[in-house]
């Protein structure tokens, strides 16, 4: 039975940008609202997992405590496979954290979504192994190892279901809220120590360059992670920050993984465009796409900041106390 004080929360898809979601669900702990349950994609599902089985404390503790030779040592880049990264040391780690729980066990409603690509279509876990439900949908394609389920290759959940808000829908709370984790480029407040407007960049570009990064690994993420500033767009009078002209020269700048992450941008962020649109929520949680780039697991206490700051305003707009 709905609450006035009982909220529904979909968590949206975006790699360490879903951090952010541990922020939101913080602050709505803070003014007293009880989340009634729960649906997530990607690092959605992760965060949302880990908030179901009563793990998100630990889970933050832990993230919040990585460094960027930490996570090179997680993630275990690999020269071939279905995937990039192996990041076996990651998932045993986080299925330590999590622990063994079937879904249907969980003191709230649970849904991860995954992606089928043999029979394209959407996978959505709302019984099992909890574990293998978080570790289908956090599978992005080309970077970390794909899963089988029952006979089924699964990968990333926002392939195909970047923000799952129509679980939301289906919820008796009171108020149903969205995290989606593609917001607008080049927002000034959230670039104070970086280039406005960096493209996001996946860690399968600096593959080579982790292999043989020893002791400075840490170092090798900032020196293959160059950055470019965002390209000029038509917004009126108004001129983007950081922008500059798009000329062929600076295309041929770009790498692979460049091109391939702003492919993926523009995608997701269109079907979450169409999914808000269908199931419109009560309020919406809005991360913008750059204020991390998708394997930055070591700005956890940022992103969780960044996500209490945007909820507190998102709610206050709203009138959520």
Wanted: proline share 4%; charged share 25%; hydrophobic share 40%.
């Amino acid at each position: 039975m709905a609450t006035d004080k009982n909220v529904s929360l979909a968590l949206g898809a975006g790699g360490a940008r879903g951090f952010a979601h541990i922020g939101v669900i913080r602050e709505l702990q803070d003014r007293g609202y009880s989340i009634s349950s729960v649906a997530g994609t990607s690092m959605g599902a992760l965060v949302g997992g880990a908030f179901a089985a009563g793990k998100l404390d630990d889970f933050s503790d832990w993230a919040t405590g990585l460094n960027k030779r930490d996570v090179v040592m997680l993630l275990d880049p690999k020269a071939s496979g279905p995937g990039a990264i192996a990041a076996e040391k990651l998932f045993n780690t986080l299925k330590e954290l999590i622990g063994d729980r079937n879904i249907e066990d969980l003191e709230i409603p649970y849904t991860a979504v995954a992606t089928d690509i043999i029979n394209q279509r959407e996978v959505w876990f709302q019984s099992g192994d909890l574990f293998t439900a978080m570790r289908s949908s956090i599978s992005i394609p080309g970077v970390f190892t794909p899963v089988a389920v029952n006979g089924r290759i699964l990968v990333d959940g926002g392939l195909m279901n970047p923000i799952p808000v129509e679980f939301t829908a289906r919820s008796q709370s009171s108020k149903s809220i969205a995290v989606s984790l593609h917001g607008k480029r080049a927002l000034p407040d959230y670039t104070d120590d970086k280039e406005p407007g960096a493209w996001r960049q996946w860690l399968t570009n600096t593959i080579g360059d982790l292999r043989d990064a020893g002791d400075d690994a840490g170092d090798a993420i900032n020196e293959a992670g160059h950055e470019f500033e965002s390209p000029k767009v038509d917004s009126g009078d108004a001129e983007v920050p950081g922008a500059q002209e798009i000329t062929q020269d600076f295309v041929d700048t770009l790498k692979i993984s460049d091109i391939t992450a702003l492919s993926t941008d523009a995608a997701q962020t269109l079907v979450a465009r169409f999914r808000l649109a269908a199931y419109p929520p009560d309020i919406t949680v809005t991360v913008p796409v750059d204020s991390c780039r998708t394997l930055e697991f070591y700005r956890a206490q940022e992103m969780i900041d960044l996500g209490r700051k945007l909820a507190v305003q998102s709610f206050d707009k709203a009138e959520l106390e």
